[in-house]
């Protein structure tokens, strides 16, 4: 039996009747309470992957034991390349073939790739089905398992195929973060980053002075990082939840980094590596338009480097390189009109979203490729 976590937060998301909870904490996923006051079904469906299953599916399934008479499960394989319709089938593979209804619960256990198509499937089969965020990756945590974004991803644009739909809780458990690599752990912390300079430069200086600590998982500091990360989403996603406006502001270094990750073939970069380099286009972007200082680029440059992360952006395109991103670029989320949008720093701790001039996108796309 799993012993009871030692401290447990709680973050709500505050969106009327799909308001929910995100729980943190250490030991949470092994533990029947952690899942109690779901909706009830007689089965539940695990969705996890290859690498993740071995590690922890055991400890859910004995948790979930207490709740439901059946639990199936379906196993990814791991990796970005594989968020497309032919993985996405796998999920549906595994829910019709175990004649699952529409109260069936989904529990999604994975990084990013697994909660985003997890969620996708629960917002797709039979028209929605209840499904629950067990995120075990920091940028998971942090991020991606919270404000009810799914999707999955097709060659010409990251997360373009999807939907907006809420989970019925999200468990971060702290104790798996131990399990990371150090390259996961780094594009994790490219997302708790993110959120200092659209939002709260005390959490940004906080930041700083705990990096070592983040980069190391220490306990204490990855409590607060989860914490202060979920408390600034849910504020944002409890005020604007299909992103519609202020929640476009999350996406900070995303326009750059979705190209990166495009141009250069998903999982070639992880999210986070490709995110920390855009944030740093898209610091010097705004330094460009004449909202922020170099001082101000440099301190967030010389953070995201620190935190293991690359800050110049790969070649894509030998012969025209600012071309190529614009094409992807192009295909963002928030274009409007064919006018790309960037989330722009304009002033330590707030952010906006606007389009750019061509002629400067390309001269900040040429500074900052190597």
């Not at 690599?181 to 708790?192: F, I, T």
């Not at 170099?294 to 110049?312: C, H, M, N, S, Y």
Request: charged share 20%; with cysteine.
């Amino acid at each position: 039996m799993t012993s009871a976590p030692q401290t447990l937060e709680t973050v709500r998301i505050a969106l009327d009747d799909r308001s929910y909870d995100i729980l943190i904490g250490e030991n949470l996923l092994g533990l029947p309470s952690t899942f109690q006051d779901l909706p009830k079904a007689s089965a539940a469906l695990i969705v996890s992957n290859t690498t993740v299953a071995p590690l922890y599916e055991a400890a859910l399934k004995q948790a979930l034991s207490d709740h439901f008479k059946v639990i199936h499960t379906v196993h990814l394989p791991d990796g970005e390349a594989y968020k497309d319709w032919v993985t996405l089938n796998l999920i549906f593979d595994g829910l019709l073939g175990h004649a699952c209804d529409r109260k069936t619960v989904l529990f999604a256990l994975g990084g990013g790739v697994v909660g985003d198509m997890t969620g996708f499937a629960a917002a797709s089969f039979m028209r929605g089905v209840p499904f629950v965020q067990v995120p075990t990756t920091l940028l998971a945590q942090v991020d991606s398992s919270v404000g009810g974004k799914t999707a999955i991803n097709h060659p010409l644009g990251k997360n373009m195929i999807g939907a907006f739909y809420q989970p019925q809780r999200v468990v971060c458990d702290l104790s798996v973060l131990k399990t990371l690599a150090p390259r996961e752990v780094s594009a994790g912390l490219a997302e708790v980053i993110k959120y200092g300079p659209i939002a709260d430069m005390a959490f940004l200086e906080w930041i700083d002075h705990n990096m070592d600590a983040l980069k190391a998982c220490d306990a204490q500091a990855m409590a607060h990082a989860v914490r202060r990360s979920c408390e600034i989403k849910a504020d944002v996603v409890g005020q604007d939840e299909r992103e519609a406006g202020l929640r476009a502001i999350l996406n900070f270094g995303h326009t750059f980094g979705h190209a990166i990750e495009a141009g250069l073939g998903y999982g070639q970069w992880l999210h986070g590596e490709a995110v920390g380099c855009g944030m740093v286009m898209a610091a010097h972007l705004s330094q460009a338009l004449g909202l922020i200082d170099a001082e101000f680029v440099q301190r967030l440059t010389d953070l995201i480097a620190r935190a293991g992360l690359p800050v110049k952006g790969p070649v894509l395109d030998a012969a025209d390189n600012a071309g190529h991103y614009l094409a992807l670029m192009q295909h963002d989320k928030k274009s409007v009109a064919g006018d790309i949008q960037f989330v722009l720093i304009e002033g330590p701790g707030r952010a906006r979203v606007s389009a750019a001039p061509e002629a400067v996108v390309r001269a900040v796309i040429d500074r900052c490729c190597a």
